[in-house]
């Protein structure tokens, strides 16, 4: 992943997934779907991504029960993985992200060692601090390296979810830890970026600490969820 995801790799990996012409599938189709996943980066379960995804969204529903969008949003922040199933490898789609353009950060993990062949290192116009961004030009406008993250974010956007921008915030950056856990990259937030933070940060308490061996009972729980789905994203979406 670290020698790979450049900006023109980025670039190269939008191009082709950002048409949402690849297939067509609603999201609870998608969660069955990731049944069938277990994610290689992930040391802390070896389960199908499926049950992840409602020990997370039970994990907040328990503690925010008034937030139903917070409970969807835990379960389906990793939909973005079913490129997986679709040809990209695993170090395209799963991982801690961070931005490409610019100066990778001291807390990236195994930063030391992991980029000496990332070509971007050696060019001038990706390697210094800022790099081809400006001072708080904020977080949203940075290109993150290629993942479900992003990916799923762009899908939930042009299938015009109703999910409060607190959501896509939530979806679109909770693998990107240099940032939220590291504290690193604080020279491009804006104020908005620093209240999004906030509940980012909130999320990842049960994104992170929810990994047990307690399997849900997943279709006790599907006719709360559907309810949600239709909610706040309906119907077929285009992928």
Request: glycine share 6%; charged share 25%; hydrophobic share 35%.
């Amino acid at each position: 992943m670290h020698t790979n995801q450049t900006v023109e790799f980025v670039q190269s990996r939008m191009k082709k997934w950002l048409r949402f012409d690849k297939f067509k599938m609603t999201v609870k189709d998608a969660l069955i779907k990731l049944n069938n996943l277990v994610d290689e980066s992930d040391p802390d379960t070896s389960l199908p991504n499926i049950v992840h995804a409602f020990q997370t969204a039970e994990s907040i529903r328990k503690e925010h029960p008034d937030l139903d969008w917070f409970h969807l949003t835990g379960l389906i922040h990793d939909l973005g993985k079913i490129m997986a199933f679709y040809g990209e490898p695993q170090w395209a789609v799963v991982g801690d992200t961070f931005p490409v353009g610019c100066a990778w950060a001291d807390s990236i993990v195994y930063r030391e060692t992991s980029f000496e062949d990332n070509p971007d290192g050696k060019d001038a116009r990706y390697n210094t601090k800022y790099g081809m961004y400006k001072p708080k030009c904020g977080i949203d406008n940075l290109l993150m390296s290629w993942g479900h993250d992003e990916y799923f974010y762009r899908i939930l956007v042009h299938n015009n979810t109703k999910l409060p921008k607190q959501a896509l915030a939530m979806i679109r950056y909770h693998s990107f830890y240099p940032w939220h856990a590291g504290g690193d990259y604080m020279h491009f937030c804006t104020k908005e970026d620093m209240e999004m933070l906030k509940w980012i940060n909130e999320f990842n308490k049960y994104d992170l600490y929810t990994k047990s061996g307690e399997v849900p009972d997943i279709e006790k729980l599907w006719p709360y969820y559907e309810k949600l789905i239709d909610k706040y994203i309906p119907g077929v979406l285009d992928w």
